[in-house]
């Protein structure tokens, strides 16, 4: 299937989305990153995007399991040691890196009104204090 695609002869990609046993492979996030604009919307490109452009430990390797969960990736995130045994790693790292439940209907509304009121005692702080021109 890789062959299909037209970056084929180009392409370095340890993780393609083409290939049907991706998930036994690892990533660097100093490797590259799949380029066809179809796969970019996909949720472990995105987080390859975002580790590789945060990440200061390009050192450690991510499994396409870690990369294809909906997460907070900050600057902070950090991948497996290649030196150390995975299973032990994995397991500490999926608890350190919780799935990111979606918030309902009223848990949204509840935090746009409480960005309204933020809002608003800004602008009114603003507006109060007197300018110095």
């Known amino acids: 299937m890789r062959d299909e695609c037209r970056y084929y002869n180009t392409c370095n990609v340890p993780l393609c989305p083409l290939d049907p046993s991706r998930d036994n492979y690892i ?11 179809e796969f970019g919307k996909l949720l472990w490109v995105k987080n390859q995007k975002k580790i590789a452009k945060r ?3 390009k050192d450690l390797y991510y499994t396409y399991e870690m ?8 600057k902070g995130m950090t991948g497996l040691d ?4 995975e299973k032990d790693q ?6 350190n890196h919780p799935v990111q439940r979606e918030l ?3 848990e949204k ?15 009114q702080k603003l507006f109060s204090e007197p300018q110095n021109l």
């Open 27 to 37: 990533w660097y996030p100093d490797e590259e990153i799949c380029k066809r604009t």
């Open 55 to 57: 990440t200061k430990r």
């Open 67 to 74: 990369l294809n969960r909906k997460m907070i990736i900050g």
């Open 82 to 85: 290649p030196d150390k045994p």
């Open 90 to 95: 994995l397991r500490k790292w999926f608890k």
């Open 104 to 106: 309902s209907e009223e």
């Open 109 to 123: 509304e509840i935090r746009r009104q409480r960005m309204i009121q933020i809002i608003q005692m800004r602008d």
